[in-house]
């Protein structure tokens, strides 16, 4: 895992805003994530997509609300070859953290999905 990455993970563990078993399952995300789209994660430019979905769990574990993309948007991303991959990796956080991710947040990840390969 790039360093950078990690010290954004250890960060947000120290300031509680993460656990440490979100920390491990982001650390498998990430390699998933490469694998799956040959892409290689670094701090510049996948801290977004790492901090995102950090911070959605952490709303997750404490109840809040998560907002929901608009329509017209997700309808964009769902039609997306990337977007495919998408219930699939978080299906694997849900299971590795027992949480529910709700579907409108596959239109998040989608996006800074996206930017990873636009960028690559």
């Known amino acids: 895992m790039d360093i950078g990455l990690k010290q954004r993970l250890d960060l947000l563990e120290k300031t509680k805003q993460i656990n440490g078993d979100t920390v491990k399952a982001l650390e498998n995300f990430i390699k998933v994530v490469e694998d799956r789209l040959n892409i290689k994660i670094t701090e510049e430019n996948g801290s977004m997509l790492v901090t995102h979905i950090a911070l959605t769990i952490s709303r997750i574990e404490k109840g809040e609300e998560i907002a929901a993309l608009d329509d017209s948007l997700l309808k964009e991303l769902k ?38 390969e636009n960028n690559n």
Request: without cysteine; negative net charge.
């Open 79 to 116: 039609s997306s070859s990337n977007y495919e991959i998408i219930p699939s990796l978080i299906e694997e956080l849900e299971k590795e953290l027992d949480i529910n991710i709700p579907e409108s947040e596959y239109g998040y990840i989608g996006l800074h999905l996206g930017i990873l």
